[in-house]
């Protein structure tokens, strides 16, 4: 399902997002857009709107010039005005318990050295 958010309060959506297992938030030419799931729309709904956004049912996304190019910014610089750009972002749940195996678990590339790490 795609909703379109309205910010109409300076409220934090840090709740929101955590409460969901998987949205990809885009933005293009200035307003907002949330694409989540069917069965979790309504909870994602209700939590944003405590968060001060307005979620409304949308058809689609505005679509994109054909001279469109992909391009990934390698800063956080704001584009210059009259920009036309279309940023996306995915955000997953991960389990905290799965995640901090697998930051602690031993490497066994820092054991090898060089000529052994060839042969993996």
């Not at 409220?11 to 030419?29: E, N, S």
């Not at 409304?56 to 005005?81: I, K, N």
């Not at 940023?87 to 697998?102: C, P, S, Y």
Request: aromatic share 4%.
């Amino acid at each position: 399902m795609l909703l379109r958010l309205v910010a109409l309060s300076g409220g934090r959506v840090d709740a929101a997002l955590a409460a969901v297992d998987h949205v990809v938030l885009t933005r293009r030419d200035g307003a907002a857009y949330a694409e989540i799931d069917e069965t979790a729309a309504a909870a994602f709904v209700r939590s944003l709107a405590y968060a001060g956004v307005r979620a409304e049912p949308c058809p689609a996304l505005p679509s994109l010039t054909p001279a469109a190019l992909a391009a990934r910014g390698v800063d956080l610089e704001p584009l210059p005005a009259g920009t036309h750009a279309l940023d996306t972002l995915r955000l997953d749940r991960v389990a905290l318990g799965l995640v901090t195996r697998e930051l602690l678990r031993p490497r066994l590339f820092g054991l090898l050295g060089p000529a052994e790490r060839a042969l993996l």
